[in-house]
């Protein structure tokens, strides 16, 4: 078992930057692919960004790529998402995810942290 754990969210105004941080337990992450995801009010989860085991390899969601950067310590066993140029449409409650596949797809992650809220103002 994973347990993985979000923070870093808060309140933010349009164009600030946040950096999300995911500390995991259990295992190490090394084996590992790591995910973000959000969930905005009324909408489903989304996928934000994910990365390879290694962190060679990254892929950005649209409408965040250019702005958010995905990184990982794996001696640290923690992965960060640096979010830049926020804007309000960014406000969701985010997710760290890990899966032994490298993907986009959330239902291939096995672990799910608990969610850190992100709010941005206008």
């Known amino acids: 078992q994973v347990q993985l754990v979000e923070s870093g969210g808060g309140l933010v105004q349009a164009g600030g930057s946040l950096r999300l941080s995911c500390a995991a337990s259990g295992r190490t992450l090394s084996s590992y692919a790591m995910g973000w995801f959000r969930q905005a009010p009324g909408k489903e989860r989304e996928f934000v960004a994910a990365?390879?085991?290694?962190?060679?390899?990254?892929y950005y969601a649209d409408s965040v790529k250019g702005r958010f950067t995905f990184a990982r310590d794996n001696a640290k066993n923690t992965v960060y998402l640096q979010m830049n140029s926020l804007k309000p449409e960014d406000t969701a409650v985010y997710y760290c995810?890990?899966?032994?596949?490298?993907?986009?797809?959330?239902?291939?992650?096995?672990?799910w942290g608990q969610g850190t809220q992100v709010t941005v103002s206008s």
């Open positions: 995810a890990a899966s032994k596949r490298y993907t986009r797809s959330g239902d291939e992650y096995d672990y």
């Open positions: 990365i390879s085991w290694s962190g060679g390899n990254t």
